[in-house]
């Protein structure tokens, strides 16, 4: 698995950003996320129960991401045409505002090291990317754990301090002084 001070791999895959089949669908690349902190997360099925809590979770907080000058993209290994069917399906997808991108010849996936043989589909794993492309934190749950979005949001804004931040570090408190 790649891990933390790897770079990113690029990609090019075809995500979901409407419910509305004129305006869909969308091409990205990482090119498209060039000089901004990137948070990539992956579910392992659409139509599934615990997926939609954290895409929703994620979508929730996505002011927050952007506040922190971050952008958010989903990512499973399902068609682009199964993520507009559950879109339309889910409530809580339907107004999303990031992309669900699709995976389906798992090249992401493998190059990152998070598919999951037994299942055939793309492991729970987050990924924090900075500006310049470097992966700064992965973290991977069981297929059956949900993750939680806020913590994630906790962890980039210690990141982007660009300090020593102590257990449980909130944002706005001071980081650590060495000396």
Same mark, same amino acid.
């Given at each position: 698995?790649?891990?933390? !001070?790897?770079?990113?791999?690029?990609?090019? @895959?075809?995500?979901?950003? %409407? =419910? *509305?089949?004129? =305006?869909?669908?969308? *091409?990205?690349? +990482?090119? *498209?996320?060039?000089?901004?902190?990137?948070?990539?997360?992956?579910?392992?099925?659409?139509?599934?129960?615990?997926?939609?809590?954290?895409?929703?979770?994620?979508?929730?907080?996505?002011?927050?991401?952007?506040?922190? !000058? /971050?952008?958010?993209?989903?990512? %499973?290994?399902? %068609?682009?045409?199964?993520? @507009?069917?559950?879109?339309?399906?889910?409530?809580?997808?339907? +107004? #999303? &505002?990031?992309?669900?991108?699709?995976?389906?010849?798992?090249?992401?996936?493998?190059? @990152?090291?998070? #598919?999951?043989?037994?299942?055939?589909?793309?492991?729970?794993?987050?990924?924090?990317?900075? &500006?310049?492309?470097?992966?700064?934190?992965?973290?991977?749950?069981?297929?059956?754990?949900?993750? +939680?979005?806020?913590?994630? #949001?906790?962890?980039?804004? /210690?990141?982007?301090?660009?300090?020593?931040?102590?257990?449980?570090?909130?944002?706005?408190? *001071?980081?650590?002084?060495? !000396?």
């Amino acid at each position: 698995m790649k891990g933390v !001070g790897e770079s990113f791999p690029e990609f090019s @895959l075809k995500g979901v950003v %409407s =419910t *509305d089949l004129s =305006t869909a669908f969308k *091409d990205f690349s +990482n090119k *498209d996320f060039d000089g901004k902190w990137l948070v990539v997360f992956f579910w392992p099925k659409d139509f599934t129960f615990v997926c939609p809590t954290e895409i929703t979770g994620f979508g929730e907080l996505n002011s927050q991401f952007e506040e922190a !000058g /971050a952008k958010i993209i989903g990512v %499973s290994t399902d %068609s682009e045409f199964v993520h @507009l069917a559950w879109k339309k399906e889910e409530a809580g997808l339907a +107004n #999303l &505002p990031f992309p669900m991108l699709s995976d389906i010849r798992r090249e992401l996936v493998e190059a @990152l090291g998070v #598919l999951d043989e037994k299942e055939g589909v793309a492991q729970r794993a987050t990924f924090i990317v900075d &500006p310049e492309g470097t992966i700064r934190f992965v973290m991977v749950t069981d297929l059956n754990v949900g993750r +939680n979005p806020a913590e994630v #949001l906790r962890i980039l804004k /210690a990141l982007q301090t660009g300090g020593l931040t102590p257990c449980n570090w909130q944002p706005g408190q *001071d980081t650590l002084k060495v !000396g």
